[in-house]
């Protein structure tokens, strides 16, 4: 199955600081999506993104859908030690979703 | 409260013991899915199903059977679990082409 490519694989980062992650995959995909992940839960869904060249916020997140269709960027600011978690992207074509392997964010009071 | 509910949240077994894992949703959604989480290698879907009766495999569906006979439940069956299908395990589901919404896992250990 696909993967896609998600980077970086961990961010270690003072609180405050701003974070930037990114996923591209070699396929065109319809819809991207941004999760989190705490510690024994669930992926909870951050961010949808359905439109080429779309940038959506939700409260200090942003993220964009690629133009190319083949890559998105999520972005955090003003870092706070909450944001702790793994973040994943997935894109979706249809009913099949593809994960990246996840962006492990450490916030350091 | 819309969720997706997964039981039991931790599971300890033997090789060999037949165990299902139950899954239910109330949002009606038509499309549900299991996944397998592992360390460096992110999900990776087992099964996958867009509606009553229609079921699929997914990347890695040896070892795991499932059934969709009502639309909000989606159970993970292991006929003859192994060690190597020791890991966390995530049930999601989705409203047509919409995100995916997801449980909150079941940690499996096959001894």
């Known amino acids: 199955g696909q993967q896609l490519n998600q980077s970086p694989q961990s961010m270690f980062i003072q609180e405050g600081e701003d974070v930037s992650m990114n996923c591209t995959s070699s396929s065109i995909f319809n819809t991207w999506l941004w999760y989190k992940q705490d510690p024994g839960e669930g992926p909870v869904l951050l961010i949808a993104l359905y439109k080429a060249g779309e940038l959506t916020s939700n409260g200090r997140l942003t993220a964009q859908f690629g133009i190319t269709r083949k890559d998105s960027f999520l972005n955090i600011s003003a870092s706070i030690p909450s944001d702790v978690g793994i973040y994943f992207c997935?894109?979706?074509?249809?009913?099949?979703?593809?994960f990246g392997t996840g962006t492990s964010l450490t916030v350091i009071p | 409260e819309a969720q997706v509910t997964q039981n039991p949240r931790y599971l300890i077994t033997v090789t060999g013991k037949k165990l299902t894992v139950t899954c239910s949703q109330n949002m009606n959604h038509e499309y549900m899915s299991w996944y397998r989480q592992d360390p460096g290698l992110g999900l990776r879907q087992i099964y996958y199903?867009?509606?009553?009766?229609?079921?699929d495999k997914g990347d890695v569906p040896e070892g795991y059977k499932v059934s969709r006979k009502e639309k909000r439940n989606f159970p993970l069956i292991l006929e003859s679990p192994s060690p190597n299908q020791t890991s966390l395990y995530f049930c999601?589901?989705?409203?047509?082409?919409?995100?995916?919404?997801f449980g909150n896992g079941t940690r499996l250990t096959v001894t």
């Open positions: 999601a589901s989705s409203l047509g082409p919409g995100p995916l919404h």
């Open positions: 199903s867009m509606n009553v009766e229609v079921t």
């Open positions: 997935a894109g979706a074509t249809g009913n099949q979703f593809y």
